[in-house]
Nanobody, 123 residues
Framework: QVQLVESGGGLVQAGGSLRLSCAASGKIASINAMGWYRQAPGKQRELVAS???????NYADSVKGRFTISRDNTKNTEYLQMNNLKPEDTAVYYC?????????????????WGRGTQVTVTS
């Protein structure tokens, strides 16, 4: 019922910037928390940043001060501004959202994932 589509990934040199976008679509009643995860080859998927519906944010220590998560509730979209990128930021970045979907008289809430966008940072 819900689809998340990431965009904005690419190839950049160390020190460069990228801005990722994630647009949610479908029969959405509300979106609660949203976040960005990443997974590098041979590593576990890790939380990069998250943002609540009220705008409270949380960042992994490795990206704190360099990345900024934001959301536009009118567009059901979240963003990740990535500055001063490092080679260790290279990974597939996945959008995640906790979405409530109306089903009759109740709301069904579940986590949804995008298919990912590749970010590659060269030295």
């Amino acid at each position: 019922q819900v689809q998340l589509v990431e965009s904005g990934g690419g190839l950049v040199q160390a020190g460069g910037s990228l801005r990722l976008s994630c647009a949610a679509s479908g029969k959405i009643a509300s979106i609660n928390a949203m976040g960005w995860y990443r997974q590098a080859p041979g590593k576990q998927r890790e939380l990069v940043a998250s943002i609540t519906s009220g705008g409270n944010t949380n960042y992994a220590d490795s990206v704190k001060g360099r990345f900024t998560i934001s959301r536009d509730n009118t567009k059901n979209t979240e963003y990740l501004q990535m500055n001063n990128l490092k080679p260790e930021d290279t990974a597939v970045y996945y959008c995640n959202a906790e979405v409530s979907v109306p089903q009759g008289t109740v709301l069904y809430t579940d986590d949804y994932w995008g298919r990912g966008t590749q970010v590659t940072v060269t030295s």
